[in-house]
Nanobody, 123 residues
Framework: QVQLVESGGGLVQAGGSLRLSCATS????????MGWFRQAPGKEREFVAF????????NYADSVKGRFTVSRDNAKGTVYLQMNSLKPEDTAVYYC????????????????WGQGTQVTVSS
């Protein structure tokens, strides 16, 4: 069956870095665009970053632009999110998701989701 498994979350001080990974199985990974989203307590899930199936195009939310970098390794079926200069407002559960088409920021166009990994940034 299809599985997306995030890892790499944790507790970090403001200004620090984390690298999230999302390992996939059960899908033809190289055919899927991948997105990262996050959800803070009491808030809606929001778009963070997006990478096309080939890795040739990326897109970021304004709030993370210049600090986060999304990448992928199609041979490993894994997508990454490098997060630098973390801020307390980055605290959330981070999810990866897979889609083949549609508006990158819309959760409804994603076919598969991971279970999420908690990122907590202390001030």
């Amino acid at each position: 069956q299809v599985q997306l498994v995030e890892s790499g979350g944790g507790l970090v001080q403001a200004g620090g870095s984390l690298r999230l990974s999302c390992a996939t199985s059960g899908i033809a990974f190289s055919l899927y665009n991948m997105g990262w989203f996050r959800q803070a307590p009491g808030k809606e899930r929001e778009f963070v970053a997006f990478i096309t199936w080939s890795g040739g195009n990326t897109n970021y939310a304004d709030s993370v632009k210049g600090r986060f970098t999304v990448s992928r390794d199609n041979a490993k079926g894994t997508v990454y999110l490098q997060m630098n200069s973390l801020k307390p407002e980055d605290t959330a559960v981070y999810y990866c998701a897979a889609q083949t088409w549609g508006a990158r920021g819309r959760t409804t166009v994603y076919d598969y989701w991971g279970q999420g990994t908690q990122v907590t940034v202390s001030s």
